[in-house]
């Protein structure tokens, strides 16, 4: 291929060239299926329940043990505070720790009562085989944990395309799933090309296929598998109402807010990115928000690339451009966007519909319960939300006429490997973590035996 080093390490902070790899050739693809395939057979039916569930142990405390080296890595990669990087990687031991410590009772045999009451009959569930990830770079550990966890813990091998710009942190998942104990093939890094992966997506050899990314990438993946016959899990944007209707507390909304806004310089799928807010407290929560948004310009972590900084400021340009004001201090300097807050956007703009991936929050005030519901609902989006109110009956009221996957109330950095993640609309299908993460690539094999 003309391109041999389409994986590299490019410091965002100083745009430094870190370090090339090669992308694998057919043939290390191949035999990257190949090794999955093989590695299926025997730990799909050789090892127990039990088993899976100690190596996953063992990723686990790995994790622990090596959170300041893996962090060091992530914080090279994409940028990511050295901070917010270490509690990623905490994050991901406690999801590989919840598999582990679960994978028993949510595998065993679930009876259905006949309703002519002859015989028995009971749902297995099984694995189905090899299943391709195909990851991005905004949280490297954490996309790959929430889909390896629970897919190893059930019994499917794993074949792991990870982002171009994170070949170190991916080469370093590869070694800790060896250095636990994982049988070769069980869990396979490969660098791959696009349009190696659409071959591996046709391949006959893997079974399905889990994408987190952006929608038009997103579409493209479950094009190709729907081809194939393939089921897929999607995971894409999100554009997150954060929908403040009434508080005891400005302060501590207003920092709530900030928190689920600027988490990774902005770059989370389900950040909190509109904020919607009723007028009877609109202007002094945008004093507020805005002020501590500026006070961060100092301390902002660069965004994952120049490129992406630079996309964010075309995004904030038409957006101006087309009547809203951008308020913030300072101009983007390479990779290093400023924090700032856009008002003024029209809910019928091309930008409204966008997905700012940066330190960007658009706030918009809302003269009613029907018009917040209306204006969060008014995205082609549906991943998070966020609804903060005293009303208890308003909250739940809220929540319910919302169209997304999640909905947050009256907090922030809620998530846990516990609750289900996934969106609606063109956020994309599927479920991972909790209980649905483990029933998504599962053969839910009926047993049914006659009266004897």
């Known amino acids: 291929m003309a391109n041999r080093h389409v994986y590299a390490v490019v410091d965002p902070a100083s745009g430094e060239l870190v370090k090339e790899y090669p992308t694998a050739t057919d ?19 050789q090892s127990s329940v039990e088993q899976r569930a100690q190596l996953l142990t063992t990723v686990a405390t790995l994790h ?17 505070p050295v901070d917010e990087a270490v509690a990623e990687v905490e994050f991901c031991a406690s999801i590989y720790r919840y598999y582990a410590e679960n994978a028993q009772k949510f595998l065993t045999d679930e009876p259905i009562e006949l309703l002519d009451g002859e015989g028995t009959a009971f749902v297995r569930r099984q694995p189905v ?58 869990y396979v890094n490969v660098r791959a090309t696009s349009e190696q992966i659409a071959h591996a997506i046709a391949d006959p050899r893997v079974q399905g296929v889990s994408f987190t990314g952006s929608e038009p990438a997103g579409a493209a993946v479950a094009e190709k598998a729907g081809r194939s016959l393939k089921k897929v899990v999607l995971e894409l944007g999100g554009s997150d109402p954060f929908v403040v209707l009434s508080t005891h507390d400005l302060d ?14 902005g770059q989370a799928c389900n950040a909190g990115k509109r904020f919607i807010v009723a007028e009877g407290i609109y202007d002094a929560f945008l004093h507020r928000f805005t002020e501590k948004v500026l006070a961060m310009t100092d301390g902002l972590a660069p965004l994952s690339s120049v490129a992406a900084a630079e996309y964010v400021e075309e995004q904030v340009r038409r957006a101006v451009d087309a009547g809203a004001t951008f308020t913030s201090k300072g101009r983007r ?17 091309p930008s409204a519909a966008e997905e700012l991936f940066g330190p960007v929050a658009t706030v918009y005030r809302v003269g009613s319960e029907d018009e917040a519901v209306e204006l969060a609902n008014g995205t082609p989006y549906g991943l998070g939300s966020y609804v ?61 035996t006659a009266r004897t």
């Open 129 to 186: 085989g090899v299943l391709l990830g195909i990851m991005p770079w905004n949280y490297p550990y954490y996309q790959v944990a929430r889909f390896a966890a629970p897919n190893l813990a059930l019994g499917n091998t794993i074949v792991l395309k990870h982002a171009s710009q994170c070949p170190e942190s991916s080469a370093a998942l590869q070694q800790l799933f060896t250095d636990a104990g994982f049988p070769e093939g069980c």
């Open 27 to 45: 043939e290390v693809v191949d035999g990257a299926l190949d090794a999955a395939a093989k590695a299926y057979a025997q730990w799909s039916r």
């Open 252 to 265: 501590a909304t207003v920092q709530a807010a900030v928190e689920a806004r600027f988490e990774n310089t």
């Open 333 to 349: 300097e390479g990779a290093y966007f400023p924090p700032g807050v856009l008002t003024g956007v029209s809910p019928a703009s």
């Open 388 to 448: 903060f109110t005293t009303d208890a009956e308003q909250a739940l009221r809220v929540a319910d006429k919302i169209d997304a996957g999640m909905v947050f109330i009256n907090g922030v950095g809620l998530e846990g490997a516990e609750l289900p993640f996934g969106g609606v609309k063109r956020s994309g299908f599927g479920r991972e973590l909790g209980r649905a993460g483990i029933d998504e690539f599962a053969n839910k094999k009926l047993i049914r």
């Open 64 to 80: 622990s043990e090596r959170s300041g080296q893996l962090a060091e890595i992530i914080h090279r990669e994409m940028g990511k």
